[in-house]
Structures are given as structure tokens and as C-alpha cells.
């Protein structure tokens, strides 16, 4: 079945950059996401890339995808104390009649200032 | 807009009693999700309801029912609690099944079952 694999903890000084990797197994992936989770809250979306771009940047998050080795990064440039959280990455695909998102364990970032 | 809201925050419950979990979304959204987030296992599909009227099972149905009470409220029931049934639970909705809609959360329920 599908499976989405995650680092469990990154630690990285305020002002460095971060770079959060992630594997996936389903080649039928049509859309990747990472997700942020604050302590107590919910998930909240950070940004999406579609499988059949490369890269894709917003503000000071940058995404990589490389569908050959399936693997999916999310670079947090100048990382900042409230960068701090859980981050979530998923995949979208079909499964059945369901477009199933599959979500990684979550890789817990701390930023120390 | 509220976006999806979640009730209760916080419960703790004995084994073997019942409770509902409540969630709304007010985005008119046709899908929505319930999940539950357990430490190292990342967050799990317990139902959906791709739109309403229409429910269907997830990964881990088993000791849950659903109801889609209208478009915008989707609710998770326990009926006899379990320990294993500790977790946090989330609710979700999306507007549509399209690859390319995403799905909005909500700030989660936690449970404790004792």
C-alpha cells in the first residue's frame, strides 16, 4: 500500500535554513503536500506541489520533488522561533473511488534562537 | 469564516461509555473527514463523506459510526470506548474529491479513555 516516511526531529538555529525531507511509495501521486501543526492545533496547510513540477516556491518556503526517487523536501529559508511545530508531508492519490491522502508521521522541527 | 469547528476540545471517558464527537464547517465544502492522530503513526482515516448524503469507510473504521447530518456537519460517534480509542481526533473537509482540492482541519478533539 501506500507509504509516506519522514524524518522524526530536526533541530536548526534561528536564521539557518531547514530542510525537511520526505519519501513516498505511490507512483500514481498526483499531488504533495506539507502540512504545519502547531502545538495544540490543528494541521494547517503550507504550500502543494503538483507531480509534475519540479520545484515551486512561496515566499520563503521552497519545494523540491523528485518523482524518479520519490522523495519530497520542503526548505524553511532563515527559520524563524515560530517555525517551530510538526510538519506533515502527504500525498494524494486514487484509491478505488477515493482520492486517498496519505499522511507522513510528522517531523518535529525545533528551532533554537 | 470559522472554517471547520470542532466539539468538544477535551473528554475523558470510562471504557465502554459513549460519546459523540461534533464538527462543522462553514466553507460549503461537499467533503469531509474524519482522522485520528496517534504519536508515531501520523493521522489515519477513520471515515469520510465525499458528499451529502453519502458516507464511506477509512483505515480504521472499526469501533466508530458517522453521520452526515447535512452539508456542513459530519459527526463521529463512539459507542462503547475503548483505551485504544485514545487519541486525537480531527475533522476535515475539502470542497470536492478533485486531485486538486485540499482538505482544511480543524483544531482537533482530544480523548481520553480511561
Excluded at chain 1, 40 to 47: D, E, K, N, S
Aim: charged content about 20%; hydrophobic content about 30%; proline content about 4%.
Amino acid at each position: 500500500g501506500e507509504d509516506v516516511e519522514q524524518s522524526l526531529f530536526l533541530s536548526v538555529r534561528e536564521g539557518d535554513s531547514s530542510v525537511i525531507n520526505c519519501t513516498y511509495t505511490d507512483s500514481s501521486s498526483t499531488y504533495l503536500y506539507w502540512y504545519k501543526q502547531e502545538p495544540g492545533a490543528g494541521l494547517q496547510l503550507l504550500t502543494y506541489i503538483f507531480s509534475n513540477m519540479d520545484m515551486k516556491q512561496d515566499q520563503r518556503l521552497t519545494v523540491l520533488l523528485n518523482k524518479k526517487d520519490k522523495h519530497l523536501s520542503l526548505r524553511i529559508a532563515d527559520t524563524q522561533t515560530g517555525d517551530s511545530a510538526i510538519y506533515f508531508c502527504a500525498e494524494k492519490g486514487q484509491s478505488g473511488g477515493y482520492q486517498k491522502v496519505t499522511f507522513g508521521i510528522g517531523t518535529k522541527l525545533q528551532v533554537i534562537p | 469564516n470559522a472554517g471547520v469547528t470542532q466539539t468538544p476540545k477535551f473528554q475523558v471517558l470510562k471504557t465502554g461509555q459513549s460519546m459523540t464527537l461534533q464538527c462543522a464547517q462553514d466553507m460549503n465544502h461537499n467533503s469531509m473527514y474524519w482522522y485520528r492522530q496517534d504519536p508515531g503513526m501520523g493521522l489515519r482515516l477513520i471515515y469520510y463523506s465525499a458528499s451529502e448524503g453519502t458516507t464511506d469507510k477509512g483505515e480504521v473504521p472499526n469501533g466508530y459510526n458517522v453521520s452526515r447530518l447535512n452539508k456542513r456537519e459530519f459527526s463521529l460517534r463512539l459507542e462503547s470506548a475503548a483505551p485504544s480509542q485514545t487519541s486525537v481526533y480531527f475533522c476535515a473537509s475539502s470542497p470536492g474529491q478533485g486531485y486538486q482540492e485540499t482538505q482544511y482541519f480543524g483544531p482537533g478533539t482530544r480523548l481520553l479513555v480511561l
